[in-house]
């Protein structure tokens, strides 16, 4: 029994022609005869072949990279010689592609190599850049809806008084718990403006932004007398409201000291209010400085009277002691320009309401005791018709 | 090309060789015939290779794998060329260093070319290229299998079929006693090495 690398080396001596005719003979015929035998010389000489192949592709590597080594041994070694002669000449024959400095041919692999990334980057960049502008320019937009942009409402947020409220109901409930009674109820006071009468007989005038959303009212003088309050009608284009006193024992403003005009003010007269945009009242002072208010509004004026919140609803008040105007709001992006709705509008409405309502008629007052009194004076008259408008919002 | 002129002037008569009278002195196994045709066409790939995003040594790489290919088709007596050898050996080593770029980078390939060498589809280069590539498969698989075989009989194999060292040599190299017993030896590293070689290259994928 042959085994195989028996067969190998008669297909050897087959294959270098050094076997005997007749044992050649015997093997082609064998070759030609038996399938199986056949395959396994094919095998034989592919790999042979292979083996010889692989030989002769290593030599020709071989080859190739002593031929480029001794081509680039030649070109430097010419390249000195050449240049010597002529210096400074231009060597056309040299590509100036194939002469990049090291650091050239770095930035170059980067860049072709990130080229796309840092395209997508750069653009990444630039869009989260006027995204976050943009989101932030609507979002400012957006937040600022309750009021128009750049118009400030002057109602105050009663934070100081609302702590000083709760530290009263605190110290009645532990008075009420040592007689064994059931807590007070808490005091939720938000906001504050200013009011001032409109008839003797217990109707006031105020801004509509300071009542809204109000549960109750709470009237409260400058002597600290206190009156709840309802709300008769709100106007909210004009930003206007009209109260009415509800308390039972409640008998009278008085006299009302200034009458409403009903024309339209001059520009440049000197106007005045007074308002508590903290807890003690405010005189302000300035001139009529236009006949329309915020955004060209013809409703109310501007004037240049220094305002702050809680100043909203006050009475503004010409030389003579006229009501031409209710103090609304201001322009937050503009040195001193506040608004107030025209005394005009005002009257207005108030003939509506009397019309509607005949059984309950508004007894607005004719005569004007301010005219010819210097300003203290005025004020002096003036100080009892104006009030505090404390705002109770539900929870 | 002028430098390759000049350089060849220097080293062999043949100036200017027409490409016929090249290609049969390779294929007579004039090696001056090859150096000459190594430094003609080398400006010109490396050239493109480099404008290419590529470096001299991927040139080199490229322009040597083309040259193989030229080289082995010679000697075959298998190259039927239907255009000039720059133009093929461009086409060549063109499709070498795009298949490179392409493996490399994860977006598409642009080229960047100066030569205007007329249309390179009918140069049988992608033909050609298909058939070196099936030949390198070939070639890996067989030095693949020669490691595995182990010593000595890797040495003694490569000795005898790559060196083409003779029987007398090898005997008194690795210490038989006798050229038979050596012979004998080298049979049953044949029989392993085909076993190894059989076995991957077929199971291969094509």
Redesign the interface.
């Given at each position: 029994m042959q085994t195989?690398?028996?067969y190998?080396?008669l297909f050897?001596a087959y294959a270098r022609g050094e076997l005997a005719p007749p044992a050649r003979t015997g093997l082609e015929a064998r070759l030609g005869a038996d399938p199986d035998f056949a395959l396994r010389y094919a095998?034989?000489d592919e790999?042979?072949g292979?083996?010889?192949?692989?030989?002769q592709?290593?030599a020709?590597?071989q080859?190739?990279?002593d031929?480029?080594a001794?081509?680039l041994a030649?070109?430097s070694a010419?390249q000195p010689a050449a240049d010597a002669p002529a210096p400074g000449a231009l060597r056309a024959?040299?590509?100036p592609?194939?002469r990049?400095s090291r650091t050239e041919?770095v930035l170059?692999?980067f860049w072709?190599?990130h080229r796309?990334t840092v395209g997508v980057a750069a653009s990444v960049a630039v869009l989260a850049v006027f995204g976050s502008l943009l989101g932030l320019e609507a979002w400012r937009t957006f937040s600022a809806k309750p009021s128009t942009y750049g118009y400030t409402m002057l109602r105050l947020e009663l934070k100081q008084l609302q702590k000083n409220q709760r530290a009263l109901s605190r110290s009645l409930n532990q008075v009420d718990t040592g007689k064994g009674g059931a807590p007070a109820p808490v005091n939720n006071g938000k906001f504050s403006g200013t009011g001032f009468a409109l008839t003797a007989d217990g109707y006031l005038v105020t801004s509509y932004h300071v009542i809204q959303g109000a549960d109750s009212l709470l009237i409260e003088g400058r002597d600290q007398q206190h009156y709840h309050a309802e709300t008769v009608y709100a106007d909210r284009a004009h930003d206007l409201a009209i109260l009415r006193i509800k308390d039972r024992d409640f008998n009278g403003f008085g006299r009302l000291p200034y009458t409403f005009k009903a024309g339209q003010a001059d520009l440049g007269e000197r106007v005045y209010t007074l308002g508590y945009p903290r807890e003690d009242m405010v005189y302000g002072d300035g001139a009529l400085s236009a006949r329309s208010g915020f955004g060209g509004d013809t409703a109310f004026y501007q004037v240049s009277i220094p305002v702050n919140p809680g100043n909203s609803g006050g009475p503004l008040l010409d030389e003579h002691g006229n009501l031409i105007g209710v103090v609304s709001g201001r322009q937050s992006d503009a040195q001193s320009a506040a608004f107030a709705t025209k005394s005009s509008l005002l009257l207005r409405l108030v003939d509506s309401l009397a019309k509607k309502q005949p059984a309950a008629p508004y007894h607005l007052p004719h005569t004007n005791r301010l005219v010819g009194t210097p300003r203290p004076q005025q004020i002096k008259k003036l100080q009892d018709f104006v009030f505090v408008v404390k705002v109770f919002e539900k929870d | 090309m002028?430098?390759g002129d000049?350089?060849s002037s220097s080293s062999t008569p043949l100036v200017p060789a027409p490409d016929e009278a090249l290609i049969a002195a390779i294929r007579g196994g004039d090696?001056r015939a090859?150096?000459q045709l190594?430094?003609l066409h080398?400006?010109m790939v490396?050239?493109f290779v480099?404008?290419n995003?590529g470096?001299d040594d991927d040139a080199?790489d490229v322009y040597?794998e083309g040259?193989?290919v030229f080289?082995?088709k010679v000697r075959d007596g298998s190259l039927e060329l239907s255009c000039q050898i720059k133009t093929y050996l461009y086409a060549v080593c063109r499709r070498l260093w795009l298949k490179r770029l392409t493996s490399k980078?994860r977006?598409g390939v642009r080229l960047q070319e100066d030569e205007d060498l007329g249309p390179l589809h009918h140069t049988g280069a992608e033909d050609d290229l298909l058939a070196a590539e099936e030949?390198d498969r070939?070639?890996t698989t067989?030095?693949e299998a020669l490691d595995h075989l182990g010593e000595p009989c890797r040495s003694l194999?490569?000795g005898f079929?790559?060196?083409?060292k003779s029987m007398q040599d090898l005997t008194a190299e690795f210490g038989y006693t006798n050229a038979d017993n050596a012979?004998?030896q080298k049979?049953?590293c044949?029989?392993r090495?085909?076993k190894l070689?059989?076995a991957h290259y077929k199971e291969a994928p094509i």
């Amino acid at each position: 029994m042959q085994t195989e690398a028996d067969y190998y080396a008669l297909f050897d001596a087959y294959a270098r022609g050094e076997l005997a005719p007749p044992a050649r003979t015997g093997l082609e015929a064998r070759l030609g005869a038996d399938p199986d035998f056949a395959l396994r010389y094919a095998d034989f000489d592919e790999l042979t072949g292979t083996l010889r192949a692989v030989g002769q592709r290593r030599a020709l590597r071989q080859q190739l990279r002593d031929l480029h080594a001794e081509m680039l041994a030649e070109t430097s070694a010419q390249q000195p010689a050449a240049d010597a002669p002529a210096p400074g000449a231009l060597r056309a024959t040299v590509n100036p592609l194939l002469r990049i400095s090291r650091t050239e041919r770095v930035l170059r692999d980067f860049w072709s190599g990130h080229r796309a990334t840092v395209g997508v980057a750069a653009s990444v960049a630039v869009l989260a850049v006027f995204g976050s502008l943009l989101g932030l320019e609507a979002w400012r937009t957006f937040s600022a809806k309750p009021s128009t942009y750049g118009y400030t409402m002057l109602r105050l947020e009663l934070k100081q008084l609302q702590k000083n409220q709760r530290a009263l109901s605190r110290s009645l409930n532990q008075v009420d718990t040592g007689k064994g009674g059931a807590p007070a109820p808490v005091n939720n006071g938000k906001f504050s403006g200013t009011g001032f009468a409109l008839t003797a007989d217990g109707y006031l005038v105020t801004s509509y932004h300071v009542i809204q959303g109000a549960d109750s009212l709470l009237i409260e003088g400058r002597d600290q007398q206190h009156y709840h309050a309802e709300t008769v009608y709100a106007d909210r284009a004009h930003d206007l409201a009209i109260l009415r006193i509800k308390d039972r024992d409640f008998n009278g403003f008085g006299r009302l000291p200034y009458t409403f005009k009903a024309g339209q003010a001059d520009l440049g007269e000197r106007v005045y209010t007074l308002g508590y945009p903290r807890e003690d009242m405010v005189y302000g002072d300035g001139a009529l400085s236009a006949r329309s208010g915020f955004g060209g509004d013809t409703a109310f004026y501007q004037v240049s009277i220094p305002v702050n919140p809680g100043n909203s609803g006050g009475p503004l008040l010409d030389e003579h002691g006229n009501l031409i105007g209710v103090v609304s709001g201001r322009q937050s992006d503009a040195q001193s320009a506040a608004f107030a709705t025209k005394s005009s509008l005002l009257l207005r409405l108030v003939d509506s309401l009397a019309k509607k309502q005949p059984a309950a008629p508004y007894h607005l007052p004719h005569t004007n005791r301010l005219v010819g009194t210097p300003r203290p004076q005025q004020i002096k008259k003036l100080q009892d018709f104006v009030f505090v408008v404390k705002v109770f919002e539900k929870d | 090309m002028s430098r390759g002129d000049s350089s060849s002037s220097s080293s062999t008569p043949l100036v200017p060789a027409p490409d016929e009278a090249l290609i049969a002195a390779i294929r007579g196994g004039d090696e001056r015939a090859l150096a000459q045709l190594y430094r003609l066409h080398w400006p010109m790939v490396s050239h493109f290779v480099l404008q290419n995003s590529g470096s001299d040594d991927d040139a080199q790489d490229v322009y040597q794998e083309g040259v193989m290919v030229f080289y082995e088709k010679v000697r075959d007596g298998s190259l039927e060329l239907s255009c000039q050898i720059k133009t093929y050996l461009y086409a060549v080593c063109r499709r070498l260093w795009l298949k490179r770029l392409t493996s490399k980078s994860r977006f598409g390939v642009r080229l960047q070319e100066d030569e205007d060498l007329g249309p390179l589809h009918h140069t049988g280069a992608e033909d050609d290229l298909l058939a070196a590539e099936e030949q390198d498969r070939r070639f890996t698989t067989m030095s693949e299998a020669l490691d595995h075989l182990g010593e000595p009989c890797r040495s003694l194999l490569e000795g005898f079929y790559l060196l083409e060292k003779s029987m007398q040599d090898l005997t008194a190299e690795f210490g038989y006693t006798n050229a038979d017993n050596a012979k004998n030896q080298k049979y049953k590293c044949l029989v392993r090495l085909k076993k190894l070689f059989f076995a991957h290259y077929k199971e291969a994928p094509i």
